[in-house]
């Protein structure tokens, strides 16, 4: 029996509230702020030993200032991810430096943010030096998913991450009707040995209250089809707040009978260590 050593959540993010030195872009669902301490508390609360940390695009864009704040105040907490524009002529440079960076464990792709095509040299440009840093290039896909799977097609030496579950998820209750109405093209992805995928702010998607019961018919199908060598846990805490609180979306993956304790592990933390290289030390 695989035994639970450490709980990585795959997806939170930390912010200040807005002010003028650090001035949001736009307006984000949930608290006023939740501050790195914040999270940390929130972590310690209920045994997640640490979480790979997502400057959040809606807020600060490309500026990771807040980003690597946090860090330097917990450096042993979190794993650092950003989103990088692909449209900018110096990105390979711009990624090549952020992987010199202490603790940077990936980059991110907001790829429902504008119209590309799937020949896009940005993209491209950006996923293939993902590759030559040594790191995932996380990607933010719903609604984009037959885009993803040409980028995938197109990079097979770069190791791509699909955010939550490659689907859209609400910021504010209720659930969509049919919220994995796309679960066709997510579990099309996974003939790609190179893609992984989050199972991040999946509890936001059920109808039903703690512990989400109706979410498990349709991620036994993404499970099937990527294998929990290729799934990785998380909360997309903050902006799953308005929704449920952290540690309903901690508990529901350790309650569930739909996981074995060998699944749970890899799922919670164990894949994650092997695709980011990166695990937790709250020592540091």
């Known amino acids: 029996m695989a035994t639970q050593t450490q709980t990585i959540d795959s997806q939170v ?12 872009n736009a307006f984000l669902e949930g608290p006023d702020e939740v501050t790195g301490d914040d999270m940390v508390a929130a972590m310690d609360a209920v045994g997640v030993d640490g979480a790979l940390l997502i400057s ?24 650092l991810i ?3 524009d692909s449209q900018a002529a110096s990105v390979e440079d ?32 950006l996923l293939a030096a993902g590759a030559k840093a040594g790191f995932p290039v996380n990607v933010m896909a719903s609604g984009k998913l037959p885009l993803l799977l040409e980028l995938a097609r197109r990079n097979p030496d770069t190791q ?9 998820q609400p ?44 979410i498990w018919e349709s991620l036994g199908k993404v499970f099937d089809a990527f294998g929990f060598d290729r799934c990785m846990w998380g909360t997309d805490w903050t902006r799953a707040v308005r929704l449920l609180n952290y540690e309903q979306g901690v508990e529901a993956f350790r309650v569930t009978d739909r996981l074995t304790d060998s699944e749970r592990s890899d799922l919670m933390g164990g894949t994650l260590k092997k695709i980011y290289k990166w695990s937790p030390n709250a020592g540091a």
């Not at 695009?57 to 042993?76: C, I, K, M, N």
Request: hydrophobic share 40%; with cysteine; aromatic share 12%.
């Open 13 to 24: 993010h930390a912010y200040e509230r807005n002010h003028p030195g650090r001035p949001w």
């Open 56 to 79: 959040p695009f809606s807020l600060y864009r490309y500026d990771v200032s807040y980003l690597l704040s946090v860090y330097a105040a917990h450096p042993g907490r979190f794993g």
């Open 82 to 84: 950003r989103p990088f």
């Open 94 to 125: 711009d990624i090549a430096e952020w992987a010199k960076t202490p603790g940077v464990v990936g980059a991110r792709i907001m790829l429902n943010a504008q119209e590309f095509p799937g020949d896009d040299p940005g993209l491209n440009r």
């Open 160 to 168: 791509i991450v699909i955010d939550h579950v490659g689907l859209a």
């Open 171 to 214: 910021f504010v209750p209720p659930a969509p009707p049919e919220p994995f109405a796309d679960l066709a093209n997510v579990v099309a992805l996974a003939e790609f040995p190179n893609v992984s995928i989050k199972i991040s702010g999946a509890c936001t998607l059920s109808h039903q209250p703690f512990p989400y019961p109706d």
